[in-house]
């Protein structure tokens, strides 16, 4: 089964005035929607636009696997474990917040940041926080949650590139740039695919150089 969301789809939240951006695709603070919580291990999926000096102060986590991935500026990145990092295009983030942690979010640089995070559910809670943070992923090398049960995979695809999308018991593919059509439908900047079982699905390019973050999930 495919369940296309829309980028007009998205709750719109974030604080204009102080230079925030959000777009969630999953029930999310203040825009509760019963019928939207989760996708397989998936609870958030948001796009985030920050202004240059913006950002958010420092705040609490828990019980959640939180990945970061930086489409244009930097991400300057802070949490209670002592990380301090800067997080650029290409570099995938991973916060695991277990029993508790507590981090800041902020654009320092002199232009706008935008990034998507992603918020997954472990299959266990409690534990000890945990930070990693990879340089400059290669398109053929996952990257697995396991306290997620999970594998993100960055696809770029040029028009009529195609990649194989993963078969497993749920598929959650994002759109972060560029244009992909998944058999007959075109996803463009912002949309997303929600596929339950899919089996021998193939995403191609459509467009320019499109980029594509997919989630390989067994749990839910």
Do not use: K
């Not at 998944?182 to 980029?211: C, K």
Request: proline fraction near 7%; charged fraction near 20%; hydrophobic fraction near 40%.
């Amino acid at each position: 089964m495919t369940e296309v969301w829309r980028a007009s789809d998205r709750y719109h939240g974030g604080d204009g005035p102080a230079g925030i951006d959000s777009r969630h695709a999953f029930s999310f603070g203040p825009h509760y929607d019963p019928g939207n919580l989760r996708f397989g291990a998936l609870i958030a999926c948001n796009e985030e636009r920050l202004a240059p000096g913006a950002g958010f102060d420092e705040h609490p986590h828990s019980h959640t696997e939180i990945v970061t991935w930086v489409v244009e500026g930097e991400l300057t990145h802070r949490d209670s474990t002592g990380r301090a990092t800067v997080v650029r295009p290409g570099d995938v983030q991973r916060l695991s917040s277990a029993a508790g942690v507590r981090h800041v979010e902020r654009n320092d640089a002199t232009t706008p940041l935008t990034f998507v995070q992603m918020w997954l559910a472990p299959l266990r809670p409690g534990g000890d926080p945990s930070y990693e943070i990879v340089r400059g992923i290669a398109d053929a090398t996952p990257y697995a949650v396991p306290g997620a049960a999970a594998m993100l995979h960055v696809r770029r695809l040029t028009e009529g590139e195609r990649t194989a999308v993963p078969d497993a018991p749920y598929v959650y593919v994002h759109v972060v740039r560029g244009e992909v059509r998944l058999d007959t439908v075109l996803l463009a900047p912002g949309d997303a695919a929600r596929l339950t079982n899919p089996e021998h699905l193939t995403a191609t390019g459509a467009d320019g150089t499109a980029e594509l973050l997919i989630w390989e999930m067994a749990a839910r």
